[in-house]
Structures are given as structure tokens and as C-alpha cells.
């Protein structure tokens, strides 16, 4: 029992919490801009849990997705469903039961966050299948990612006004540079079994096209506070992700493998810097 419970927790990347970072930090800038500081104790632990959840959730149904495929990568052959250690409705048997449990999460809350989740399930639910046919599935990584802002901003003013909006555009920017950074990794192994990403998409424009991806992402941001009045240290957050970026490019320039892979796990940090200037700017103001 405990060995197969290893199986599922390697399944859902319970041993790699980068994805779930990438996906808690746009939530909890939006949480701290929609209620002008820190959210409510209850509100914050329903979005953490939920965050953790359906991010695992991702993983189980990415990975039934991905089991013909991920057995050409070298870097996911050894996963647990590819391996052949668990079979494919074990793996979808996690991702619902962890689905279920994040939308159990959410039953205090309002009814647009509700139908909000039921949006976010499907983006969730649907990404896997778009590497087959969409040129740059990153950007709907990026949907996926940052469906939280539009989330935190229903539960705590039950609406979601336009910045909300602009805040998931630059995180859709975002996500397309990070994860062009990790696409890099397998670029190779990903042309050979004939699916779709921005690593090749670009081409030799790909670092070009990552630093665009971060400049657009800032400059969003930037609005977005300017949007909100933050105060000075917001803008010391931004700068933090703009000096953030520029040490990514370091990482990326050259194309190394594993210096692609470093620069998208150091994303944790930009994601980080914003955080910091958004919860300070709202404490000082």
C-alpha cells in the first residue's frame, strides 16, 4: 500500500513543487490586490489547498494524456504510468478524486467563483490534448496557470473586474517564457515524436521570443498597479522580476539543456519578487 501511495504522490510531482509555485503566485497577487491586503485566513487556505490540488490533478491527467508520448522522452520515460507501474484509470482516478476534493474546497464560496472553478477544471482537464495541434500550447498553459486571478478576485469582491483580466494576460506572457525555457530542454526529443511547442514554434528566435514574453509581462503588470495605485514598494517587486529575467537570459543565451531547465525552476523567485512588492506595497499603504 505505501509503495503504490509513493507511486501516486510521484505521479502528481509531490517531489517537484515548481509547478505548483508557478501556479500559487499568480493567485496570491491577485488575492492580496482584490481584498487590499491579506485575504481572510479561510479564503487564503481554500485557495493554497485548492492550488496544490488541481495542480496535482494536472499532473495525473497530463500524464494519462501524455502515455504513448512521454515513453520517446528521455526526461519522462521513467514516470510511473509510462513505466508501467500504474495503469491509465489508476491516473485518472487521481485526477478526479483531487478535482473533486479542490471543488469540495469551494463550496463556502460565491457562486461566480463556483462556475469560475468549472472553467478552470476544463482549461486544466483539456491542456494535455492541445501540444497536438496548437503551435504554442504554452500560451494555454498560461490560461491554465493564472486561472486563479480571476478566481481570488470573484471570491473576495464577487466580481471580476478588468484588471483581473489584464493580470491573466500577463501571466499567459509569463508562462510562454518559462515554459519555452523548459520546452528547450526537450526540443530535440519533441521533433523526433512530431508534437507542438513555442521551443519550436520559435525556432532560433526563442530567447528572442522568451525576453519579449517577459518584457510584456512586466509592462502588464506595471499597468495593472499603476491600475490599482500600489504604492513604491510594488514597483521594487517589478524591478526585483525585471533584474530576475534579465539573469534568466545568462541561463538561456547559450541553449544549454540544463541551464534552460535551471531558468525555468529560478521562475519561482520572479513570481516571488511580485509577490513581496504586492504584499508590501498593500502594508504600507
Given at each position: 500500500?505505501?509503495e503504490r501511495l509513493a507511486l501516486y504522490a510521484r505521479l502528481v510531482?509531490?517531489?517537484?513543487?515548481?509547478?505548483?509555485?508557478?501556479?500559487?503566485?499568480?493567485?496570491?497577487?491577485?488575492?492580496?490586490?482584490?481584498?487590499?491586503?491579506?485575504?481572510?485566513?479561510?479564503?487564503?487556505?481554500?485557495?493554497?489547498?485548492?492550488?496544490?490540488?488541481?495542480?496535482?490533478?494536472?499532473?495525473?491527467?497530463?500524464?494519462w494524456a501524455d502515455r504513448d508520448i512521454d515513453k520517446h522522452v528521455?526526461?519522462?520515460?521513467?514516470?510511473?504510468?509510462?513505466?508501467?507501474?500504474?495503469?491509465?484509470?489508476?491516473?485518472?482516478?487521481?485526477?478526479?478524486?483531487?478535482?473533486?476534493?479542490?471543488?469540495?474546497?469551494?463550496?463556502?464560496?460565491?457562486?461566480?467563483?463556483?462556475?469560475?472553478?468549472?472553467?478552470?477544471?476544463?482549461?486544466?482537464?483539456?491542456?494535455?490534448?492541445?501540444?497536438?495541434?496548437?503551435?504554442?500550447?504554452?500560451?494555454?498553459?498560461?490560461?491554465?496557470?493564472?486561472?486563479?486571478?480571476?478566481?481570488?478576485?470573484?471570491?473576495?469582491?464577487?466580481?471580476?473586474?478588468?484588471?483581473?483580466?489584464?493580470?491573466?494576460?500577463?501571466?499567459?506572457?509569463?508562462?510562454?517564457?518559462?515554459?519555452?525555457?523548459?520546452?528547450?530542454?526537450?526540443?530535440?526529443?519533441?521533433?523526433?515524436?512530431?508534437?507542438?511547442?513555442?521551443?519550436?514554434?520559435?525556432?532560433?528566435?526563442?530567447?528572442?521570443?522568451?525576453?519579449?514574453?517577459?518584457?510584456?509581462?512586466?509592462?502588464?503588470?506595471?499597468?495593472?498597479?499603476?491600475?490599482?495605485?500600489?504604492?513604491?514598494?510594488?514597483?521594487?517587486?517589478?524591478?526585483?522580476?525585471?533584474?530576475?529575467?534579465?539573469?534568466?537570459?545568462?541561463?538561456?543565451?547559450?541553449?544549454?539543456?540544463?541551464?534552460?531547465?535551471?531558468?525555468?525552476?529560478?521562475?519561482?523567485?520572479?513570481?516571488?519578487?511580485?509577490?513581496?512588492?504586492?504584499?508590501?506595497?498593500?502594508?504600507?499603504?
Open positions: 500500500m505505501l510531482r509531490i517531489d517537484k513543487p515548481i509547478g505548483t509555485l508557478l501556479l500559487l503566485w499568480p493567485t496570491l497577487w491577485a488575492l492580496w490586490m482584490a481584498a487590499d491586503g491579506p485575504p481572510s485566513w479561510p479564503v487564503f487556505c481554500i485557495f493554497v489547498a485548492g492550488t496544490f490540488l488541481m495542480r496535482s490533478a494536472g499532473c495525473a491527467i497530463n500524464d528521455k526526461r519522462t520515460r521513467e514516470r510511473p504510468l509510462t513505466s508501467g507501474r500504474i495503469a491509465p484509470w489508476e491516473a485518472l482516478a487521481v485526477a478526479a478524486l483531487l478535482a473533486l476534493l479542490a471543488f469540495a474546497l469551494i463550496t463556502p464560496l460565491n457562486a461566480l467563483t463556483k462556475w469560475l472553478a468549472v472553467a478552470a477544471v476544463i482549461i486544466a482537464g483539456t491542456y494535455p490534448f492541445f501540444k497536438r495541434f496548437f503551435a504554442i500550447p504554452q500560451a494555454y498553459l498560461g490560461i491554465a496557470f493564472g486561472f486563479g486571478i480571476p478566481m481570488a478576485f470573484a471570491a473576495v469582491q464577487d466580481h471580476v473586474p478588468p484588471v483581473a483580466w489584464v493580470m491573466l494576460v500577463a501571466n499567459v506572457f509569463w508562462a510562454v517564457a518559462y515554459d519555452t525555457a523548459y520546452a528547450m530542454v526537450d526540443r530535440d526529443d519533441d521533433l523526433l515524436i512530431g508534437i507542438k511547442t513555442s521551443a519550436i514554434t520559435f525556432g532560433r528566435f526563442d530567447v528572442a521570443a522568451i525576453m519579449f514574453c517577459y518584457a510584456a509581462f512586466l509592462l502588464l503588470m506595471a499597468w495593472a498597479g499603476a491600475a490599482l495605485a500600489l504604492a513604491w514598494p510594488y514597483w521594487l517587486g517589478l524591478a526585483g522580476a525585471a533584474g530576475t529575467a534579465l539573469y534568466h537570459y545568462t541561463l538561456i543565451r547559450d541553449r544549454d539543456r540544463m541551464r534552460c531547465f535551471a531558468a525555468f525552476r529560478h521562475n519561482n523567485w520572479l513570481g516571488a519578487w511580485v509577490f513581496a512588492g504586492t504584499a508590501l506595497a498593500l502594508a504600507v499603504a
